[in-house]
């Protein structure tokens, strides 16, 4: 029997997620540290996870404050500075809430939303309200910087992507456990922009047996321009938008959409 799991409803996720190669490796560390680096005042993150950058960015002494719908990343991200020990716990805030839907009482100069998280936000009104919440909690030329991926047109909606294809090969795990982890697109919504995303790990415990462990969730996908009309009505203006982490202009190939927005009005 599958055990079907999201972020939010089971601590295995937390558990897997700095697990996985992909994630682990990504290589958008050193471009999120040089924005925190480039930033004045407070730094939010939305969507912060485990603290993937979250945690290189407070251990450099930026002040930030995480958000996460999740309790079980956050108590993970939690762990992670306090074996750390030096992150000052002044400086490092951590807040179980909706990104669509928060309010701190201070505002920030740079707020980040990393490794696709964003595209957790299936509709327009989700999308929205959150940029209007980032915007009423930035101070004005403050900035926004996130990314989504960059739709590849022969995948987004091709049946050949339902069937199960490996994501990452087996490795032992420090507890002797054994992890392997395919993926597929289990539905698609053309006309919504949006698909079914599962990942399926496969979990060997000692005694041999075998977890099959679903992390199923929808993910919309964007185009750009859509996102350039988004921003404007939120107050934002793009003023940079590259397709990669090393900073390289979006062209016909590149992986990513990474927005540099800049509040230029309230909401
Ligand atoms: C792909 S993970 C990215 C985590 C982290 N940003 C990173 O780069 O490793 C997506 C995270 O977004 C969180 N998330 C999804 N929807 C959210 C929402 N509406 N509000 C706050 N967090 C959300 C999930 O709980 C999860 O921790």
Known sequence: MDLRVSYVDNPIMA????????????????????????????????????????????ERGYPITGLDM?????AKCRRKLEALGKVRTDQVQLVQGNMANFRFNHKFGLAIITFHAFQHL???????????CVNRHLEMTGKLIFDVFFVDFKRINNPLFSEEMEF???SELPDGR???????IAGFHTAVQYNDIE???????????????VHAFPMRYFFRYEVEHLLERCGFRVVDLYGNFDESPLMNDSPEMIFIAEKFKEV
């Open 15 to 58: 558990e897997l997620y700095d697990l996985v190669p992909a994630y682990r490796d990504r290589p958008d560390k050193d471009f999120y540290l040089r924005c925190a680096a480039a930033s004045n005042g407070r730094i939010l993150e939305l969507g912060c996870g485990t603290g993937r950058v979250l945690v290189p960015i407070a």
């Open 70 to 74: 999740s309790e079980h990343m956050l």
């Open 122 to 132: 299936i509709t327009a009104e989700q999308q929205m309200a959150c940029l209007n």
């Open 178 to 184: 054994r992890l392997t982890a395919n993926y597929r």
């Open 199 to 213: 990942m399926i790990y496969y979990l060997t415990n000692l005694d041999g047996n075998v977890e099959r462990i």
């Open 168 to 170: 990452f090969g087996e």
